[in-house]
């Protein structure tokens, strides 16, 4: 460079997701802790469409200049619909057009919200509502962010809590496995300071991603097993044949060798396709081994779904069964069903 030439301009910062920063990593764009903690604490107070023009504890002179750079998703609550059980679900549309669904579940000191990781869903389970709609796009970690912070309020307003995330949603998380993760990074961090344990990710057990996964995350993982022979998986989970049961289970193996840590496993009821007896013991056999809790889920069908909804003295016998066989675990009877929000219903119907 000549002596006489003008210093260059400073290159602007690359446009960052401002919803999946952490206190660590805003420490580096702001310069000290406390700005980094103001802001996180101002990002994670509600859903916001853009940065307040003051934040307490960070002067306009340092956050002037960083205002383009900390995008916000562009997020609009396309419909709201509340089920007569108390569940409410969101329909959201993002910049681009593309949308997915988020439900609060209200328990009666808690609640959990149910967060989507894609728009429609890379996978095409049998019994699911979301797999007739395709895959559209995934999810950033903003966008994941964003559900939490929307249904956040509404159980604040209720005068709950929402203490718990489940990335039971739309689309298989493991399949945009670096946005889940900062998402989940987002969430355990300060504000809005979830516990690792209360968060917990779904996966119907892509196998790469999963390892990863259970590498790189404390938060819980819950398997959607929902069948006990490779056959009838493959039939009702396409991917199956890819990653079979004997695939995923040396996975979980594996990770519990590494640290001791219990399993979710979700297993969606579909009456005379895997719920016999012989399923029942099938399911201990599986994991044995493993620290697991056994979820049974009815099938919630939707319109144009093969299979009916068991009835409750099925459900309560197949329940009974897999208790027999020495696991524990509960029934997760419908929620939002009225709404179609309930679990593998999310197919952004309006009515
Ligand atoms: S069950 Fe999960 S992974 Fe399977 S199609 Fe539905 S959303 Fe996708």
Not at 46 to 65: D, I, N, Q, R
């Amino acid at each position: 460079m000549a002596a006489f030439d003008p210093p260059a301009p400073p290159s602007p910062l690359p446009v960052m997701d401002a919803l999946a920063l952490t206190v660590g990593e805003l420490r580096l764009v702001v310069g000290s802790d406390s700005r980094a903690l103001a802001l996180k604490r101002i990002l994670m107070a509600g859903p916001l469409g853009a940065l307040p023009s003051k934040v307490a504890g960070v002067s306009e002179s340092v956050l002037a200049p960083l205002r383009p750079s900390l995008a916000l998703p562009r997020v609009r609550v396309t419909s709201t619909r509340c089920a007569d059980d108390g569940a409410t679900k969101w329909a959201m549309e993002f910049g681009d057009g593309q949308r997915s669904e988020t439900v609060l579940i209200p328990s009666r000191t808690r609640a959990t919200v149910c967060v989507s990781s894609q728009s429609g869903c890379t996978r095409a389970c049998a019994f699911c509502a979301t797999a007739t709609i395709g895959f559209r796009r995934n999810l950033s970690a903003g966008e994941i962010v964003h559900q939490y912070l929307v249904a956040r309020a509404a159980a604040q307003r209720a005068g709950l809590e929402a203490t718990n995330v489940v990335f039971m949603g739309m689309g298989e998380p493991l399949d945009n496995i670096d946005a889940v993760l900062r998402a989940v990074r987002s969430l355990t961090d300060v504000f809005p300071g979830l516990s690792p344990r209360r968060v917990t990710v779904s996966t119907s057990g892509v196998v790469p991603p999963l390892q990863r996964f259970l590498k790189e995350s404390r938060a819980s993982l819950a398997l959607s097993l929902n069948a006990t022979t490779d056959e009838v998986r493959t039939r009702i989970m396409p991917h199956n044949k890819t990653w079979p049961l004997g695939s995923i289970m040396k996975v979980l193996r594996e990770a519990t060798a590494e640290r001791p840590r219990r399993f979710f496993v979700e297993y969606v009821q579909l009456p005379g396709v895997n719920d016999t007896s012989e399923d029942a013991g099938r399911i201990a056999d599986l994991l044995r081994g493993l620290d697991c809790h056994v979820n049974v889920i009815p099938h919630n069908p939707f319109p144009g779904s093969r299979f009916r909804a068991p009835d409750r003295d099925e459900t309560l016998r197949f329940h009974r069964q897999i208790q027999e066989s020495g696991l524990t675990g509960i029934i997760r009877w419908p929620r939002g069903r009225d709404v179609a929000g309930a679990c593998g219903q999310l197919a952004l119907r309006t009515a």
